[in-house]
């Protein structure tokens, strides 16, 4: 885009910001236990990475998705705070943005509840000026909602927004609202077609500093 200035940065949460990666799995796991009695491959769980969870619970099991859901929360909110990692690089890049004066949003499929719990234990909650999750709209990435009500609140145009993510449901959120996006090189549910292909991101970084250079 020529001439852009960028002034907003929306960044997604799980497997982007935070390293959710392992509680997720092993959630879906404990559940899978539960109600089938053993487990399924982890590729079936990262594949699904970036939906809101009630989708995926109906579609992976046959039970009501609520009744899966709670067995789930039953063991990832015990499990949370001691799975969770930072990524390496992002609390850095969150000060810079700010301190350089970008507004800064979450968007994200998860929850107020652990969204919330993990920006506060990585001392991130105050670098950001609106915080979207699940509990705000029942349209999800890849649809545009979220990021339309985040620009909404944030006074941002989608030309001058870049939205940073590690799934397609990001990308294609991105795309439908008309704003530029970022894939992270540590995404893991992605594929190199996705990388390639006709949806493929604006930009794809390996290192969280890369996005200062995307977004100057």
């Excluded at 090189?185 to 991101?201: F, L, S």
């Excluded at 794809?204 to 100057?216: G, P, Q, S, T, Y």
């Amino acid at each position: 885009m020529e001439n852009r200035k960028i002034t907003t940065v929306l960044f997604d949460f799980d497997g982007t910001l935070i390293d959710t990666n392992e509680v997720i799995i092993q959630s879906f796991q404990y559940t899978f236990k539960k109600v089938l009695g053993k487990e399924k491959p982890i590729d079936e769980i990262i594949a699904n990475f970036g939906e809101p969870l009630a989708v995926t619970m109906e579609r992976m099991l046959d039970i009501p998705p609520e009744e899966a859901i709670a067995i789930y929360r039953e063991y990832h909110y015990d499990k949370f705070d001691d799975l969770i990692k930072v990524f390496p690089g992002m609390p850095e890049l969150i000060h810079e943005l700010k301190e350089q004066g970008y507004k800064l949003a979450i968007v994200t499929s998860r929850l107020k509840h652990t969204t919330m719990k993990g920006l506060e234990k990585y001392g991130l909650a105050e670098y950001f000026d609106y915080v979207l999750t699940a509990d705000d709209t029942d349209r999800h990435k890849p649809d545009p909602t979220p990021i339309y009500m985040a620009l909404e609140n944030l006074g941002s145009k989608p030309e001058e927004t870049i939205m940073v993510g590690d799934s397609m449901f990001d990308i294609l959120c991105a795309q439908n609202a008309g704003v530029e996006s970022i894939l992270v090189g540590w995404a893991i549910a992605v594929t190199e077609e996705d990388k390639t292909g006709p949806n493929r991101p604006t930009y794809i970084v390996e290192k969280a500093r890369d996005i200062l250079d995307i977004v100057k």
